[in-house]
């Protein structure tokens, strides 16, 4: 193998939350940025989420929740990947987050929480430093 | 003499250029102050639908609100009109916008959160308990399942003895801006376009004064787009619901007069005001020339206006009752009918009752100390007010044309044409912001080092519980052969196309749940699904 391989990134939206601005914009930067970008369209369910997530091999899942139902939703697609041998699959993600729900999204196991005011560039940057390559085979 | 400018080019929030000033050459050689602008109160309504605008009666003071089980928005609503408020608006969780249960798969985690979850017309009683549909005015911020709400507040003032011509209120009801920004959708389009109708002949027929449907160009500008772009798309909306009146085989002017807008304040003043004046020429135009609409109630654009969630900043929280002041302001100089002001906090939760109470004063103090109300449209005539206004115009004629040249709104929503747009411009907006060509006070200048985060609204975990048990205890009490009869009755009249509205009470009535009554239609209607416009 010569080339490392482009960043895989799943974007998502889940639950019923149809706010799909951030979303988008991410999508677009990651695009922009070089990785390769999977979006899950609107409405999804936590399992279409994780099967799409192993199908399509992504090195990470990326989530927008401005529902309020962070603290539900994380933690069940984090026992997702774990049920389904994939907690190698790093999830991190942003919306409308209250400071004081990011520790305990973090002890679940969601390695970042970008809050609203985030610049894409800051995101990316982020990305670039902290999700690699999942090894296979 | 004097400094060089700042900038190459100065724009608005939205992209648009602004010169350094204005005269009259800017308003071209034909302007025409009787046909461009009028007098308040008389087509084409540019600079106010009333004669006496807020000399005779200040805007309606309307707080969203809506949270957790039916009992504890039921409360905030007292708490509301005890703070001086005039009307009510209710905001539905996000199950009940999808018309959802709170017991579906896809409901866990949201119930309660983004506002109030209803399931059948128990908790619809429980909502408007001890509150008098008669002598206050409601809006519901519903869409998709808008018919099954609506149904809803109809048997609840049946059991309050209120006929229902004494009812006021507005339903959003606007179902093509689901397609366009907030995605919030059952039904693919045309069946969406056809519930909607029978409920325009419905409430033409039975509830004359309610504003049936509620054209929103606010969450199209949350999603991204420009005021122009928001100005466009919000009139082709409801140039199609206009059209579908008329397909249906209604008269103009027996529908066009409660048809009612919906559009944001954002932070760029002047922009929003020209914005606001051009809405209403636009359409004051288009009903009296496309549709040939006679009564002048038809022509006149009413409109609500909320102050813009996405210009609220989750840094420095405090900067943004001053961001929420400016914006209200220019609904307010922009003629708007009624006004919600967001609280501070909105970018990390849900309203604090401090954040609201403080939103609200807002609009107490603009309309009681400000003076702004004493005199009527006082920036009409402003050279660069009224050239704006034009430009306006202008460009969102320029994407009205191209609409119809697809084939009208729904067609172009099938082609993804405003969803792309909305995109670009988004991107290209955050763009702006991330490069500091856009400023933002907090966020990309003038940062804090440290900030004390304010106390926030905390939705309990309890609420998804409680209202479990309520929707349980309604399906054990109910009787479910006469359920079964009115949802099969309600699929007949899709089939038979027949008024669907009818056995939708009916349903409502025998306690239907909102999920029920919406899947008893998916068979005919079928379900939407987005191609997704990135």
Redesign the interface.
Known sequence: MSEPRRLRLLVGKV???????GV??I???F?DAGFE?I?T???Q?PEVVVETAIQEDVDAISLSIL???H???FP?VLALLRERGAADIAVFGGG?I???DIPALQAAGVVAIF???S???EIVDWVRANVLPRTID | MGFDEREHEFTTVSGMPIERLYSGDDLGPGWNERERIGAPGEFPFTRGIHATMYRGRPWTMRQFAGFGTATETNRRFRYLLEQGQTGLSTAFD??T??G?DSDD??????VG??GVAIDTLADMELLFDGIPLDRVSTSMTINAPAAVLFAMYLAVAERQSVPLEALGGTLQNDILK?YIA???WIYPPRPSLRIITDLLAYAAAHVPRWNTISISGYHIR???STAVQELAFTLADGLAYVQAGLDAGLDVDTFAPRLSFFFNSHNDFFEEIAKMRAARRMWAHFLRERFGAQNPRSWMLRFHTQTAG?SL???QPYNNIVRVTIQALAGVLGGTQSLHTDSYDE????PSDEAVTIALRTQQILAEESGVTSTVDPLGGSYFVEALTDRMEREALEYIRRIDAMGGMIAAIEAGFPQKEI?DA??RY??E??EGRKT?VG??RYRSASET?PA?LR?GEETEREQLERLEQVKRRRDPAHVRTTLERLARAGEDRTNLIPPMLEAVRAYATVGEVCQALVPVFGTYQ?T?V?
């Open positions: 639950g019923l939350d149809g706010h799909d601005r988008k914009i999508a677009r930067a695009r970008v979006y369209g609107l409405h369910s529902s309020g139902a603290n539900y939703l069940r409308i209250p400071e004081e809050t609203p005011g610049s894409t560039s | 996000l199950p916008l999808m959802r798969a896809l409901a866990r985690g949201e959160r983004e689901e907030q995605k919030e949350e999603a991204g996405c900043t989750a840094q970018a990390l939760a849900l995109a988004s991107y955050q763009r912001v991330d933002i966020v990309n985060p926030l939705i987005e997704s990135l």
